[in-house]
């Protein structure tokens, strides 16, 4: 045995194995590329992604963790989402949620209020 060898077992790992999955299809509205990462609260993504917002909510994506899926401008695509695990506390991202997923209170106020007023928001000119 060498220091720090690993042994790995083996046969395939099955990733996000027994937890929910849905699949939504997504389109890049905008004029630039949008790059999702594995973990990011795929509900608050960049708002020229347009998709079902509160089917997304407590979502992922369903990909190796680490890795990323980037959506070119005019381009549509259906991508896989898992539900997020553990706590179910989200925070930060776009602060849409700020708090427990599963909490009553703020699911009618969350993302649609605040995505509807993200694509109202014009660039100031430099």
């Given at each position: ?41 795929f509900a608050e993504t960049n708002a020229a992604l347009a998709f079902d917002r509160d089917a997304a909510r407590g979502h992922r994506l369903n990909i190796a963790a680490g890795t ?59």
């Open positions: 045995m060498i220091p720090g060898e690993i042994f790995p077992a083996g046969g395939d790992i099955e990733l996000n194995a027994g937890r929910p999955t849905r699949k939504l299809t997504v389109a890049n509205t905008g004029d630039r590329p949008i790059q999702v990462g594995s973990h990011y609260h990323a899926v980037r959506f070119e401008p005019g381009q549509k695509r259906t991508v896989e989402l898992v539900a997020l695990a553990g706590a179910r506390i989200v925070y930060g991202f776009r602060g849409a949620v700020m708090g427990p997923l599963d909490q009553p209170a703020k699911k009618p106020t969350t993302v649609k209020a605040r995505n509807r007023a993200s694509k109202t928001v014009k660039r100031r000119p430099r």
